[in-house]
């Protein structure tokens, strides 16, 4: 049985940062990507990073590019996501996708085609 837990979200002010972080179980992350969402409501879902050991790509949306960092642990089966400089418009609840079939570039395009989710974490950035 797969499990995503997201968790690390809270309040923030502008240019402060959170970590986040997505721990998988059922998964290996060798062998599956974990590709980090966040939806704001009235808005598409908005693919923003994605990390995959396999191929050992990473992904950045652009507009968090110099900002955030993806990483991943194996040993403890975890994929941080450490968001630096927050705007408010990195407001939102962020999610954490698993998928072995497609590579990053791909995946953060493609949610509607996943199938692994975890549970989302609110980020909110104040001004």
């Known amino acids: 049985d797969v499990q995503l837990q997201a968790s690390g979200g809270g309040l923030v002010q502008a240019g402060g940062s959170l970590r986040l972080s997505c721990v998988a179980s059922g998964i290996s992350l060798n062998e599956y990507a974990i590709g980090w969402f966040r939806q704001v409501p009235g808005r598409e879902r908005e693919g923003v990073s994605c990390i995959s050991r396999s191929d050992g790509s990473t992904y950045y949306a652009d507009s968090v590019k110099g900002r955030f960092t993806i990483s991943s642990d194996v040993a403890k089966n975890t994929v941080y996501l450490q968001m630096n400089s927050l705007k408010p418009e990195d407001t939102g609840v962020y999610y954490c996708?698993?998928?072995?079939?497609?590579?990053?570039?791909?995946?953060?395009?493609?949610?509607?085609?996943?199938?692994?989710w975890g549970q989302g974490t609110q980020v909110t950035v104040s001004s």
């Open positions: 996708a698993a998928d072995n079939r497609f590579e990053c570039r791909i995946i953060v395009i493609s949610d509607r085609y996943l199938e692994r």
